[in-house]
């Protein structure tokens, strides 16, 4: 690889948050659980109540016309009686007609609509906290990571390739990319040659101290605490980081 793709490369790894692992692994994660919904228990108890409302209504009409009652009476009525019955329609007739009386009907209504209002605020709450936060597998466009870590390349690429033809009739552009490029090619070569100069240390130290490896391991360590402690604490952490 050519030392004047380090630029890109950094690049590329910057955007990708400086981490070459598709994404961290979890255990004993927490799921969304499904929305609440009304048990069958609730629906039956809505659709008898709806149905003996409508009954209810219906025989209410039906003795104010046989008794004569005053039309402010059988207007009311009948509005009722129309109102109770679409309602019934619209719920659905009931697996079995209530026979109990309506205060106890009326109690069995509430107390499952409590449950079930405080199984909604529940999930409410647990969804509240995940506001926000993206959903795997919704993607409008999706690709391997490793796919996604080439694309970005690739675009690094392409504009690398036009702010190299834009530097061939722009002066300050071209000083720019030259810059960047002789700073990489370098820290490159500076880098390698430091590499090869302590190595080249510590072969010639063990062959001159070949019959005395205690002597040989106190050096060395001597060494590696001297310059460790020369470094600045972001250096020491670069290293670690890329010996890791």
Same mark, same amino acid.
């Given at each position: 690889?050519?030392?004047?793709?380090?630029?890109?490369?950094?690049?590329?790894?910057?955007?990708?948050?400086?981490?070459?692992?598709?994404?961290?692994?979890?255990?004993?994660?927490?799921?969304?659980?499904?929305?609440?919904?009304?048990?069958?228990?609730?629906?039956?108890?809505?659709?008898?109540?709806?149905?003996?409302?409508?009954?209810?209504?219906?025989?209410?009409?039906?003795? %104010?016309?046989?008794?004569? #009652?005053?039309?402010?009476?059988?207007?009311?009525?009948?509005?009722? %009686?129309?109102?109770?019955?679409?309602?019934?329609?619209?719920?659905?007739?009931? !697996?079995?007609?209530?026979?109990?009386?309506?205060?106890?009907?009326?109690?069995?209504?509430?107390?499952?609509?409590?449950?079930?209002?405080?199984?909604?605020? !529940?999930?409410?709450?647990?969804?509240?906290?995940? %506001?926000?936060?993206?959903?795997?597998?919704?993607?409008?466009?999706?690709?391997?990571? *490793?796919?996604?870590?080439?694309?970005? %390349?690739?675009?690094?690429?392409?504009?690398?390739?036009?702010?190299?033809?834009?530097?061939?009739?722009?002066?300050?552009?071209?000083?720019?990319?030259?810059?960047?490029?002789?700073?990489?090619? *370098?820290?490159?070569?500076?880098?390698?040659?430091?590499?090869?100069?302590?190595?080249? *240390?510590?072969?010639?130290?063990?062959?001159?101290?070949?019959?005395?490896?205690?002597?040989?391991?106190?050096?060395?360590?001597? *060494?590696?605490?001297?310059?460790?402690?020369?470094?600045?604490?972001?250096?020491?952490? #670069?290293?670690?980081?890329?010996?890791?």
């Amino acid at each position: 690889m050519k030392l004047h793709i380090l630029p890109i490369l950094a690049v590329v790894f910057c955007l990708t948050g400086c981490n070459i692992i598709p994404k961290k692994v979890e255990y004993f994660q927490d799921r969304v659980q499904p929305m609440p919904e009304r048990t069958t228990q609730a629906d039956e108890s809505l659709r008898q109540a709806a149905r003996l409302a409508a009954d209810r209504a219906a025989a209410t009409e039906r003795a %104010a016309l046989s008794t004569d #009652a005053a039309p402010e009476v059988i207007k009311p009525a009948s509005d009722t %009686a129309l109102l109770t019955s679409a309602v019934s329609a619209q719920v659905g007739p009931p !697996s079995k007609l209530w026979q109990g009386d309506v205060p106890a009907l009326i109690a069995r209504m509430d107390a499952k609509e409590a449950d079930y209002r405080r199984e909604l605020e !529940s999930y409410r709450a647990e969804v509240r906290e995940l %506001a926000g936060k993206k959903i795997e597998g919704t993607g409008a466009i999706q690709v391997g990571y *490793f796919t996604h870590l080439l694309i970005l %390349a690739a675009i690094v690429a392409v504009a690398w390739l036009i702010l190299k033809i834009v530097a061939i009739t722009n002066a300050p552009v071209s000083v720019g990319l030259k810059t960047i490029e002789g700073g990489s090619k *370098f820290l490159g070569r500076a880098f390698g040659e430091l590499v090869e100069a302590g190595q080249d *240390f510590k072969t010639r130290l063990k062959q001159r101290l070949a019959d005395n490896p205690d002597l040989l391991e106190s050096i060395l360590t001597d *060494f590696k605490t001297a310059h460790r402690s020369s470094q600045s604490r972001d250096t020491q952490k #670069a290293v670690g980081e890329v010996k890791g």
